[in-house]
Nanobody
Framework: QVQLVESGGGLVQAGGSLRLSCAASGRTFSTYAMGWFRQAPGKEREFVAAISRSGAGTIYAESVKGRFTVSRDNAKNTVRLQMSSLKPEDTAVYFC????????????????WGQGTQVTVSS
């Protein structure tokens, strides 16, 4: 399994932007599809975005489409989530996850998870 560490969370006003990063260990990062998920207090974890092994393919939840962009740098073992036009309902702990194979939007398909980073959007 790959080890994942998220960073970049924080407090931001509605309408603002944040960029999350996820650093992965190991030399096989390019063999993993990467996903971002989030979990708000009292709610189930939900899919946000995912990117294919090469970075050529991406998928997004409808709630973030047009506002969030997922990208990766395989040379630096890093995946990022650029979040813009943030809304209070985006407040959650954000997790990155890895899976061997193609992109997926179901959390049970991912094998490795980071510890999460808190994003809080104030109104």
């Amino acid at each position: 399994q790959v080890q994942l560490v998220e960073s970049g969370g924080g407090l931001v006003q509605a309408g603002g932007s944040l960029r999350l990063s996820c650093a992965a260990s190991g030399r096989t990062f390019s063999t993993y599809a990467m996903g971002w998920f989030r979990q708000a207090p009292g709610k189930e974890r939900e899919f946000v975005a995912a990117i294919s092994r090469s970075g050529a393919g991406t998928i997004y939840a409808e709630s973030v489409k047009g506002r969030f962009t997922v990208s990766r740098d395989n040379a630096k073992n890093t995946v990022r989530l650029q979040m813009s036009s943030l809304k209070p309902e985006d407040t959650a702990v954000y997790f990155c996850a890895a899976r061997v194979g193609v992109v997926a939007d179901s959390d049970y398909k991912y094998d490795s998870w980071g510890q999460g980073t808190q994003v809080t959007v104030s109104s």
